[in-house]
């Protein structure tokens, strides 16, 4: 999804349209866009408005939007200690809508469409492999060493099946296990959280545009609204619970996820909030039945970052550059914000008349505003993740007075909702 939407850019802006892009997958895409299934797959992404400003500058908005995916416009956290609620809407950030829940084939499947377009410059390769990949010095280096290689030598890649290639950039985005991170010999730091995430569709018994999380003790169960009327299942446990759930038949999965969200006990009234404020206290989630189609699949969660984003000749962009816990839905969000912000360090090194290779014009233009800005989420999501965590009596039910006043202040609220977003 992030590859595609940079090199959609790329495409879409007059000013990198010139560049030569080849972008290369070791799986296939997704199949050309066509009716949709009933059934909504189980990877879904929940994309900020920012993001969907992001896909509408790529060009390939209109083949995501609405109908083809879905909307929210509220969200409502609770804990399930008993106490704490907080509900957001669209309307106190000023926007239409809080978001939108897409498939991730969908997306990309959108994305390469605009590639495909005659004139749009991009080269697909599939299914490739990045084998080697020599990175020259940068030419601080080279002036210091006086030699080697002459400045503005090209990155060398080596694919499977014997091709070479040179390239003036060469931009990894191929996930949280980057081959070409490896290759670059970029540190990471991270750690993994010991649990699951399991996705999973299933059928509420009313249609609703509200993404529903509930804090369980063992992580967050969310329930997003997703096309045709169904919902996605995001859920954090256990590596047991999650292969329990998996080998589950369609009616138990139902039967566990409607006791998880619904189960005793619901949050009492919030004594912060004035009576005027009714639309922000505690709801009750729809009960879900159990949808046709593929049962739930779990994925290993852990943080994991880049301690750079860049080389001479080398960027990082999305997962390859940062994982992150999917308790807030921002993923894809913070790649697509890379894509688009690396994208834009192009356009202005063309612009310039600078090398789209050149370290320390990368570092300037997108290293370093995307390091502030993805370094923030990362700990706020972390640190998000760590106060949930199981707490005795005492510090659950400060958690939960927390929740309560914090639902209670619009103005902190409106911050909040603005910042995860992006607007
Ligand atoms: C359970 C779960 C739920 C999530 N929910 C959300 C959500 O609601 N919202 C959200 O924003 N994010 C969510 N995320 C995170 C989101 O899925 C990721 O942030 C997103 O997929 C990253 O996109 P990407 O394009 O950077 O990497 P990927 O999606 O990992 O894509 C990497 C691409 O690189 C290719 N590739 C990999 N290695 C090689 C190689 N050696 N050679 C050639 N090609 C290669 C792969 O085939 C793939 O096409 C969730 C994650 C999980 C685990």
């Known amino acids: 999804m992030v590859g595609a939407a940079f090199a959609a850019l790329l495409a879409a802006n007059p000013l990198t349209a010139a560049l030569r892009v080849l972008m290369l997958d070791r799986a296939p895409p997704p199949e050309a866009l066509g009716p949709l299934p009933p059934v909504p797959g189980l990877r879904v992404s929940t994309l900020t408005p920012a993001s969907v400003?992001?896909?509408?500058?790529?060009?390939?908005?209109?083949?995501?939007?609405?109908?083809?995916?879905?909307?929210?416009?509220?969200?409502?956290?609770?804990?399930?200690?008993?106490?704490?609620?907080?509900?957001?809407?669209?309307?106190?950030?000023?926007?239409?809508?809080?978001?939108?829940?897409a498939e991730n084939d969908l997306l990309q499947a959108a994305l390469l469409r605009q590639l495909r377009q005659p004139g749009a410059g991009v080269e697909l390769l599939w299914p490739a492999q990045l084998e080697g990949l020599?990175?020259?010095?940068?030419?601080?280096?080279?002036?210091?060493?006086?030699?080697?290689?002459?400045?503005?030598?090209?990155?060398?890649?080596?694919?499977?099946?014997?091709?070479?290639?040179?390239?003036?950039?060469?931009?990894?985005?191929?996930g949280p296990r980057s081959h070409v991170r490896q290759l670059a010999d970029l540190r990471t730091f991270g750690w993994a959280y010991g649990q699951r995430g399991l996705v999973a569709t299933v059928r509420p018994e009313v249609a609703n545009t509200c993404a529903w999380q509930r804090f369980l003790p063992h992580g967050p169960l969310a329930l997003l609204p997703v096309r045709n009327g169904y919902a996605n299942i995001v859920w954090t446990t256990t590596p047991r619970h999650a292969a329990e759930l998996e080998a589950a038949s369609p009616e138990a999965?139902?039967?566990?996820?409607?006791?998880?969200?619904?189960?005793?006990?619901?949050?009492?009234?919030?004594?912060?909030?004035?009576?005027?404020?009714?639309?922000?206290?505690f709801r009750r989630p729809p009960l879900v039945r159990p949808a046709s189609g593929r049962g739930p699949k779990s994925f290993p969660l852990a943080l994991r970052a880049s301690g750079r984003y860049v080389r001479s000749r080398l960027a990082l962009i999305g997962d390859a550059a940062h994982a992150v816990h999917p308790l807030a839905g921002q993923g894809v969000n913070l790649g697509l914000a890379d894509a688009g912000a690396l994208a834009d360090a192009l356009a202005y090194a063309v612009?310039?008349?600078?090398?789209?290779?050149?370290?320390?014009?990368?570092?300037?233009?997108?290293?370093?505003?995307?390091?502030?800005?993805?370094?923030?989420?990362?700990?706020?999501?972390?640190?998000?993740?760590r106060v949930f965590e199981p707490q005795s009596g005492l510090l659950s039910g400060l958690r939960g007075l927390g929740l309560d006043a914090l639902n209670a202040v619009p103005g902190a609220k409106q911050r909040i909702v603005r910042y995860a977003m992006g607007v």
Request: hydrophobic share 40%; with cysteine.
């Open 53 to 101: 400003r992001l896909i509408e500058r790529a060009g390939a908005w209109r083949d995501v939007a609405p109908p083809h995916s879905a909307a929210f416009k509220t969200m409502q956290v609770w804990d399930s200690s008993g106490s704490g609620c907080v509900r957001y809407s669209a309307a106190e950030a000023g926007e239409p809508v809080m978001g939108h829940v």
């Open 134 to 174: 020599h990175l020259p010095k940068p030419f601080s280096e080279l002036q210091r060493d006086g030699g080697g290689a002459a400045p503005g030598a090209l990155a060398e890649l080596g694919l499977s099946g014997g091709r070479r290639l040179r390239a003036r950039l060469v931009v990894g985005a191929d």
């Open 253 to 281: 999965f139902a039967d566990a996820v409607n006791e998880a969200l619904q189960g005793a006990p619901t949050p009492a009234r919030n004594f912060f909030l004035p009576a005027a404020a009714a639309e922000s206290e």
């Open 351 to 385: 612009t310039t008349g600078q090398d789209v290779g050149d370290e320390g014009m990368l570092e300037g233009a997108y290293e370093a505003p995307r390091q502030a800005a993805n370094g923030a989420m990362l700990a706020a999501l972390d640190g998000l993740k």
